[in-house]
């Protein structure tokens, strides 16, 4: 089977051409036993952004599609969209009917999430229709066949045990709100992954334990452009170092002496996320997520 990168090379390309592909729509749609659309409409607009696909039932009433991008797994973003996205369409009076993640690869904890946020569903499914959320994998035969399917048990990533150990305390004490991704140790540093709401999958912002220095950054980890090149470039703070070291991956870096306070680590990584957001809001970039 083939990935959406193989496939369609980016994910708007793909759900362009979802909203006209009513079959495999419908496939979906099969798999967790919804009523059977008739028609749909790609980046349907909301209240400061869009929808990738919204397919209409012969009664008018809506499904949501929301698909991952070329990460391929599924992350907290795409996770919060396909929920706020059904929720945002029930409060306007629109009757939602259930609202899909597709991806390639899930947690287990995203799984249990959605379960948990389907029990109002449940309960009232004539009305909750929009807590009726489910992530699907999708996936491409050799032909280019659009092949949706359930995750078994073997496919879904299985919960970390002891995700944070080190950087314990640090989160609970000053980065609660962080987007944390993973710790991760490899003997001569302890890394701290975390996401930036704003920004794609490809980017991972980090704090970097080392025996004598520690270093907290940004990576644009893949496929970097002229556009993430600009970005990084522009949020630069005073003292940080933009790095191309590798042919597709540009990083901006800031090194503290080993006895910097964890407070001020936190601060001059959020100064550096709003010097993001700041860049976004002045370029009018709503949603670099969706590009």
Same mark, same amino acid.
């Given at each position: 089977?083939?990935?959406?990168?193989?496939?369609?090379?980016?994910?708007?390309?793909?759900?362009?051409?979802?909203?006209?592909?009513?079959?495999?729509?419908?496939?979906?749609?099969?798999?967790?036993?919804?009523?059977?659309?008739?028609?749909?409409?790609?980046?349907?607009?909301?209240?400061?952004?869009?929808?990738?696909?919204?397919?209409?039932?012969?009664?008018?009433?809506?499904?949501?599609?929301?698909?991952?991008?070329?990460?391929?797994?599924?992350?907290?973003?795409?996770?919060?969209?396909?929920?706020?996205?059904?929720?945002? =369409?029930?409060?306007?009076?629109?009757?939602?009917?259930?609202?899909? =993640?597709?991806?390639?690869?899930?947690?287990?904890?995203?799984?249990?999430?959605?379960?948990?946020?389907?029990?109002?569903?449940?309960?009232?499914?004539?009305? *909750?229709?929009?807590?009726?959320?489910?992530?699907?994998?999708?996936?491409?035969? #050799?032909?280019?066949?659009?092949?949706?399917?359930?995750?078994?048990?073997?496919?879904?990533?299985?919960?970390?045990? *002891?995700?944070?150990?080190?950087?314990?305390?640090?989160?609970?004490?000053?980065?609660?709100? !962080?987007?944390?991704?993973?710790? #991760?140790? *490899?003997?001569?540093? $302890?890394?701290?992954?975390?996401?930036? =709401? #704003?920004?794609?999958?490809?980017?991972?912002?980090?704090?970097?334990?080392?025996?004598? #220095?520690?270093?907290?950054?940004?990576?644009?980890?893949?496929?970097?452009?002229?556009?993430?090149?600009?970005?990084?470039?522009? $949020?630069?703070?005073?003292?940080?170092?933009?790095?191309?070291?590798?042919?597709?991956?540009?990083?901006?870096?800031?090194?503290?002496?080993?006895?910097?306070? !964890?407070?001020?680590? !936190?601060?001059?990584?959020?100064?550096?996320?709003?010097?993001?957001?700041?860049?976004?809001?002045? *370029?009018?970039? $709503?949603?670099?997520?969706?590009?």
């Amino acid at each position: 089977m083939k990935t959406l990168r193989e496939q369609w090379g980016s994910e708007t390309a793909f759900t362009k051409h979802l909203a006209t592909d009513i079959d495999s729509l419908n496939k979906i749609n099969d798999l967790i036993g919804l009523p059977r659309i008739l028609r749909a409409v790609n980046e349907f607009s909301i209240l400061n952004g869009s929808i990738d696909v919204v397919g209409y039932t012969a009664k008018g009433h809506l499904v949501v599609y929301e698909h991952q991008d070329l990460n391929g797994r599924a992350d907290q973003v795409h996770v919060s969209k396909t929920i706020r996205y059904a929720n945002a =369409l029930h409060v306007t009076g629109l009757k939602v009917l259930g609202s899909i =993640l597709l991806c390639e690869s899930v947690d287990q904890q995203y799984l249990e999430e959605f379960k948990s946020h389907r029990w109002s569903y449940e309960k009232r499914p004539s009305y *909750n229709g929009h807590a009726n959320v489910h992530i699907i994998k999708s996936q491409w035969s #050799e032909t280019g066949e659009y092949v949706p399917i359930l995750f078994d048990d073997s496919q879904i990533i299985k919960k970390e045990e *002891n995700i944070l150990t080190f950087y314990k305390s640090f989160i609970e004490v000053y980065a609660c709100e !962080w987007i944390v991704q993973r710790e #991760e140790t *490899n003997g001569n540093a $302890v890394t701290l992954w975390h996401r930036i =709401l #704003e920004l794609p999958t490809k980017y991972m912002a980090y704090v970097h334990t080392l025996k004598n #220095e520690i270093k907290i950054g940004v990576h644009c980890l893949k496929d970097c452009t002229s556009e993430d090149e600009t970005l990084l470039q522009s $949020v630069l703070p005073p003292k940080w170092v933009y790095r191309n070291s590798a042919r597709d991956r540009r990083t901006i870096e800031f090194c503290f002496p080993k006895d910097a306070s !964890w407070k001020d680590i !936190w601060l001059e990584t959020e100064t550096v996320k709003q010097q993001i957001r700041l860049f976004l809001q002045q *370029n009018k970039i $709503v949603d670099l997520c969706q590009t």
